[in-house]
Structures are given as structure tokens and as C-alpha cells.
């Protein structure tokens, strides 16, 4: 029985986080709207409809929908080979029903398994994406738009070299503005008195301040005046009729288009992912623990990309930016991802001219806040895991990434020599220091996974670098698994020993290198007890092993095989790690045995 939720229980808190929420969800659903060739409003659209629509009908509590980053060259390639965003919306329709679909078959319990160092290498990465994307906004220079969080930028440059012209493109203005913003949303947790100002975050404070500043700047045509380019740029239609020529609907007749059915498909897989490894990532901010129905989740998606597309909306998914600045706000529970979206309503219809004075600096200041605390507190918990000298050796490849990216061939030769250097001396310590050793072994699960995640998702997109620390999380399990499982030291074996191996409660295909190792290295002339009376599956793959060691090679060097527990059937069920899997009975102790009855 699900329990009921009161909306209204911690108004205050929520209604304070969703007017951050939706001072960053503004420029954010306008860039990537533009950057996607869709219509200015089709981002907004997709806004509202994130957090009404999904925000209501998800479990998340701290969540929050919109138009995705992620989905960008997705929708731009859709458009320009469907050739009408009428036509994309349909196919974006279709998408809702897919995911619909998604979560009535529960494909939402994939994201069980998502390792936890993966999930905060992808915020940790997110939060350094942020933070380099938004300084150029900061100094007033934006070419790329707001949201974009791939490292190849649609104006041709990356994210670094973008940072290397900020210099030629400073605004004074933009920079005095943001060192405002910055202070204010420093000092307002730091003093007392503005701490207990729940209802007016400082956020808010911080844009009423930059646009009467800018006002100001205007007034006494000042040079540090922004120009309307580096403001935001909401459209306001003059006239209902002008409103109505805007929003576009589906276009039905093309739903035979082979095309468009490519196009649902992709977008339906692709921000199932993107929402799914949000929520895992919200959960794991959720001070209180809540944990969110995946599945419920994909279909309140599904639900808000068929209402979204129905109104001229992009598609979307749970979006990690917005989440963050929602759980750094205070929001409490879903209310606040519902205040954000009717704010986003109210603005578009009522006083669009008011928020087109906003300066992309004082939302470049919120946003680097959000990104510092993404990227920060996680980086730093997991250099911990290692030794300095192997954090050392992770950045000295990051600069040389950065150097290769940007084609400054001195500093990869530089810094590759150094590199060199750091990872020579980190195997000398690794085999003359045990300490050091044992801290490498003991931690590299944790620790190659997050910063390859992190890292992988600056330097390619967020989809990329969770799939990578995937495959390395993976590969260590692998290994783990190996070293593990069945491990048969022929140094501990005499003569004339009963070599036990008990296998596990499941036997997976997962042990299937472990067990071959292990029978492959059982000496000739000895005896062996394979027990599987605990065992409740072995894979196929592993009875196979077993049966062509009994029937072939033990006849070939003379070793006594007894099978024990071995039944017709197995059922899957929970596995169970326990104790030492190769075991020695060895004959002095059955002889004294023996000696001790008589």
C-alpha cells in the first residue's frame, strides 16, 4: 500500500526551492530548445510540463523533469531528417507510449544496477561540466548555449578552448554582476540572520539585485551595461493569436513513416536511461533516504512526453542540473518540482518582459554554486581512497586529455614524461611498499570507476562516461570474482590429501573461469570431494566443466572424483558469499583422528 504523501506539508521550504529551481530551469529550457532547432517555447513547454505533469504523477521527491541536454543532437538530426518539428513531435508522442510501455514491463529495476561510485562519478563529472560551461557566462561571454553539457560545442569549439577565449571577450558588467551573485549566495548560509530567511532564497535576491544593477547601468549609459544579447530572451507574443501560431501539434499523417517510428525509439531508450540514472542520482541525495518506483517513474515520463508533445513540447527526461539545485534549495518533497513548473507557466504568460532583464551572469552564479557542490564534496571523498602520489598521476592525465583536446603537443610531451615518472614510481612503492599496496588493492573498486566516470563525462557526454565506468566496474567484478571463488594453492597440498571444494549456494557463468582454474591445477593421484548440497543453481556452462573433469580427465591422471548434493533441477535464488570455497583434509590430522577412537 503506497503511503500518502501531504504536498502542502513543507510549502515554505518547497516553495522557496521551486523558485531556484525555476530561475535555473528558465535559460536552461530556452538554450537547449535553440540549440535543438526547436522553437524558443517548445523548451519552456517541455519545462511546464516536468513539473506539473511528472512532478505530480513520479514518486521522487526531489526530482525534476525537463527538456535534457543529453537529447540535443538527438532532436536537432530528427528535425533536420524529418524534415518538420510537427512531424518530430509525433515521433516524440510515440516515444511516451514506449516508455509507457517501459514501465508497465518494469525495465525501471535496471537501474538496481548502477553502482554507487558510477552514479556520483556521473554527478562529480556533471558538476565539473557545469562549473566550466557556466564560467564563460560568468564574463559575459555566450556563444554556447545554456545547458549544453557536451564537451564538443555546436559553435566548433570544446569546453576548454572556449575557456582560453573567454579572455578576449570580457563584459565588466557580467563580471561585477556575478561576483555579486557569488557573495550573495555565499554570506546567505553563512549569517545567521539571512539563514533564517526561508521564504526568499538568495537566489532570488541575487537576480532582483543584477537587474536593477543592469537598470541602472542603462540608465546612466554606463559602458558596463549587458547588452540584451547576454540577457535572458524569453518570446512574448503580443496577442492570444500570436500565442496560439506558436504552439504546434503532432502531425498524425507521418505515422507511417518508417522514420519517424527510428526516431521514437531512440528518443524512448535514450532518455529512459538519462531519467533512470537521475533518479538512482537523486535517491543517493535524498537526506531522508526515500527511494523512488523506476517504474512509476518511467511511466510519469511516458505520460509527460505524450502531453508535452502534444502541445509543441521537446521530449525530456529527470534531469540531474535542475535535481541538484532543487536538493541545494531545500526542497522537502515534490511540491517544490511542482512550483517550479506553474512558475514557469505564470512567467510565459504574465510577465515574460520582467525575466528578459535577467542577466545570464547571475544565473551563471547560481549555477557554478550547484556545480561546486556536485563536483567538490565527491571529488574529494574519493581521493581519499588512494595515495597522493596515484591522485598525482590521475591529474597529470587530465591535463594531458585537456592539452590533446586543444592540440598543445609541448604540454601531452611534458606531461607524459611526468606522468611516466609518477606511474614508475607508484609501481616501486606498489611492490616495496606493503601499506601502499594494501590501500591500492583495498580501494581500487572504489576508486578507478568514480574518477573514470567523472572524467569520461566532461570529455564526452554523460551516457558515454556512465557506460564506461560501467565496463570498468564490470571488469573488476570479473577479476574479484576470479581471485575469489575458487582458489586451489598447490603449496598448501600434500600427498595424500582430500582436496574439498564446496560450491556456492548459485553458481553462476560468472564461475565458471574461477572453477576451470581451479580443476585444471588439482594434481594427479589425489582425491577430490566436489559438495553442492548448499547449491540451488550451477550453470550449465559449470556442469559441463564438471561432468568432462569426472568422465575425462580424472581417469587420464588417476583422480578420485566423489560428487556429492548434485540434484536433477535447479532454481534460482538468493547467493549467499560465505566460506572458504577449496578446502584440505589432510591425511596426518584423519590419521590421528583415527589413532584417537582406538
Known sequence: MTKKINLFANLKSDFASGLVVFLVALPLCLGIALASGAPPLAGIISGIVGGIVVGYLSQSHLSVSGPAAGLTAIVLTAITDLGSFNVFLLAVLLAGILQLILGFIKAGTISNYFPNNVIEGMLAGIGVIIILKQIPHAFGYDPDFEGDESFIQADGQNTFSELFSVLDHVNFGS??????????????????????????????????????????????????????????????????????????????????????????????????????????????????????????????????????????????????????????????????????????????????????????????????????????????????????????????????????????????????????????????????????????????????????TTIAVVFTDLLKGVALGMIISIIFVLKGNLKRAYNFKKEEYVDGDIIHIDLAQEVSFLNKSAIKTTLSEIPGNSKVIINASDTVYIAHDVLDLIKEFKKIRSKEENIKVKLIGFKKAYELDDSEESKKKVSFEHQEKLDTEIESKI
Not at 535576491?205 to 536593477?212: H, Q
Open 175 to 452: 563580471i561585477i554582476i556575478t561576483v555579486l551573485s557569488l557573495a550573495i549566495l555565499i554570506l546567505w548560509n553563512k549569517v545567521e540572520f539571512l539563514k533564517n530567511i526561508k521564504l526568499v532564497p538568495a537566489a532570488l535576491v541575487a537576480v532582483v539585485l543584477s537587474i536593477v544593477l543592469n537598470e541602472f547601468f542603462i540608465q546612466s549609459g554606463s559602458t558596463l551595461a549587458i547588452a540584451s544579447e547576454h540577457l535572458v530572451n524569453l518570446p512574448v507574443p503580443s496577442t492570444l493569436a500570436e500565442f496560439k501560431n506558436i504552439v504546434v501539434t503532432p502531425d498524425f499523417a507521418a505515422i507511417t513513416n518508417s522514420k519517424v517510428w527510428i526516431v521514437a525509439v531512440t528518443i524512448a531508450i535514450v532518455a529512459s536511461i538519462e531519467t533512470l540514472l537521475c533518479i538512482e542520482a537523486s535517491d543517493r541525495m535524498d537526506t531522508l533516504k526515500r527511494y523512488t518506483d523506476t517504474n512509476v517513474e518511467l511511466k510519469a515520463q511516458g505520460i509527460g512526453n505524450i502531453v508535452s508533445s502534444l502541445l509543441g513540447g521537446l521530449p525530456m527526461t529527470s534531469v540531474v542540473v535542475r535535481t541538484s539545485a532543487n536538493h541545494n534549495a531545500g526542497a522537502k518533497s515534490k511540491m517544490s518540482t511542482i512550483i517550479h513548473g506553474v512558475l514557469l507557466m505564470v512567467s510565459v504568460l504574465a510577465i515574460p518582459f520582467i525575466l528578459n532583464k535577467i542577466p545570464l551572469a547571475t544565473l551563471a552564479a547560481v549555477l557554478l554554486m550547484v556545480g561546486y557542490k556536485l563536483a567538490v564534496p565527491n571529488i574529494k571523498h574519493f581521493a581519499h581512497y588512494m595515495p597522493k602520489e596515484v591522485n598525482a598521476l590521475v591529474i597529470s592525465l587530465v591535463v594531458i586529455l585537456i592539452a590533446i583536446s586543444n592540440s598543445y603537443m609541448n604540454l601531452v610531451i611534458g606531461f607524459s614524461v611526468l606522468s611516466a615518472l609518477i606511474l614508475a614510481y607508484c609501481t616501486f612503492k606498489y611492490l616495496k611498499d606493503d601499506e601502499f599496496a594494501q590501500n591500492v588493492k583495498r580501494n581500487q573498486y572504489l576508486y578507478f570507476p568514480f574518477f573514470a
